[in-house]
């Protein structure tokens, strides 16, 4: 088992920045990639970005390429998101997953993310 706590989600003007952290605990040796995925009010969960948890390995969706980085700091089993020039359309709530080795999908179940909110 797994365990994951998002933080870092605050109230940020258009074209700020922002630093989403994801702290890993548990079983960590079971994890094969991480990601970061959102959901605006209104709409479905989307995929947002993804880490090897070796750390090579990135993906991004379209909507945040250059804007956003993932990366994951080993020493601290946390994984981040930073997140530049940031838009009003970037507002959702922001969670964390783990893909398991050996697994083909993320995990179903999800935490209770962190809340990002773009104002114009």
């Known amino acids: 088992q797994v365990h994951l706590v998002e933080s870092g989600g605050e109230l940020v003007q258009a074209g700020g920045s922002l630093r989403l952290s994801c702290a890993a605990s548990?079983?960590?040796?079971?994890?094969?990639?991480m990601g970061w995925f959102r959901q605006a009010p209104g709409k479905e969960r989307e995929f947002v970005a993804s880490i090897r948890w070796a750390g090579t390995g990135t993906n991004y969706a379209d909507s945040v390429q250059d804007r956003f980085t993932i990366s994951r700091d080993g020493a601290k089993d946390t994984v981040y998101l930073q997140m530049n020039s940031l838009k009003p359309e970037d507002t959702a709530v922001y969670y964390c997953?783990?893909?398991?080795?050996?697994?083909?999908?993320?995990?179903?179940?999800w935490g209770q993310g962190t809340l990002v909110t773009v104002s114009s």
């Open positions: 548990g079983r960590l040796g079971t994890i094969y990639e």
């Open positions: 997953n783990y893909k398991p080795r050996g697994e083909i999908n993320y995990l179903s179940a």
